[in-house]
Each structure stands twice: as C-alpha cells, then as structure tokens.
C-alpha cells in the first residue's frame, strides 16, 4: 500500500511541475504563449521576442564565440545568457556573462529605494540612467532609465566586469 501512495505522490509531484513550466489555466494564453523555457536563440528570434512581449531586451551585443540562451517569465522577464561553445542550454548557472530584462514599475525609483535600504550610492551614467552593484552578489549591477518601467541587471562572474559594461554603453537594447 505504500508503495501505491508513493506513485500517487511521485505522479501529482510530476502534474505541480508540469503545471509550474507551462502553465495550468491560471493565467491567460497570452502569458503562456510567452513563456520560454531556455533555449538558443538568434539575434533575429532576440527581435522578434522583443515585438512579441512589447518592452525591449538589454543585451551587451553580439559576442564572438558565445551562443545566446534565452529564458523569458510570465510576467515578461527576459534573462539572456552568453554561453561558450561547449556549454549545454541550462549549464553552470551564474558561470557565464547574463543581462536581465525585467519589468518593474518606476524601475529608477525601485533602484534608489534599493540603494537607500542597503546604504550605497548608484552611479550615474549616460542617458540619465542609474546603476547599482547588488552589495549581496558581488557580479550584478542593476540599472534604469528615467521614465523607464524596466530594470536591467548585468551580471558577469569576473569582478567590475558588469559595471564596465554599463559605463561603457555596451548593455542597450536589441532592437
């Protein structure tokens, strides 16, 4: 008999986690429809991603001998992973270079709120936008534009390495 409720219990774990990947009728078909699990992409797909969701995606460009490995939310946020040949879709999370898109209401507004809790200053950079390191992940750097509904966080594993990004202009929109 235990084994039999061990199947049940194995069988409705396996139904949540379908329904948490790829949705299960609480949100509408739009949401859905967006959803990405992470996959490779081209700079065209990146585009076109970008029309389809109405808000653009960050990128630091084209990067020689890296792949691009996009994973898109429900609610509309874009992560975008630089992978080098030899890693798998999915590989060594917080190993490679990865620049997320994500929607936040005032996102320079969230930025400073964020920099007051935490006691640090964010830096000014071009376009009037804002950049914060993450005080608690020495890779990320969050960054915003005024009047923007979008925050982009840049995240590189080689210390100064997002922020150089940043200030360099090299983090902008696909499209």
């Known amino acids: 008999m235990r084994l039999w409720g061990a199947i049940a219990s194995a069988g409705l774990l396996v139904t949540a986690l379908l329904l948490a990947l790829f949705g299960g009728g609480g949100g509408g078909e739009d949401d859905a429809a967006l ?8 700079v065209s797909e990146l585009a076109e991603t970008e029309e389809d969701l109405g808000h653009p995606i960050y990128w630091a460009g084209a990067q020689p001998d890296r792949r691009l490995e996009l994973s898109v939310e429900s609610e509309g946020s874009v992560f975008l992973r630089y992978l080098p040949p030899r890693a798998a ?16 209401a005032d996102a320079q507004a969230a930025i400073l709120r964020s920099a007051r809790s935490a006691d640090a200053s964010p830096e000014r ?15 990320s750097v969050y960054l915003a534009y005024p009047g923007s509904d979008l925050q982009i966080e840049v995240y590189d594993p080689r210390p100064g390495k997002a922020m150089e990004l940043i200030e360099t202009g090299t983090i902008e929109p696909v499209g």
């Open 35 to 42: 959803t990405r699990a992470p996959h490779l992409v081209s």
């Open 89 to 104: 879709v999915g590989d060594q999370p917080g190993a490679f270079l990865t620049v997320g898109s994500y929607p936040v």
């Open 125 to 139: 950079i071009a376009d009037g936008g804002i950049a914060l390191a993450n005080p608690s992940s020495q890779g």
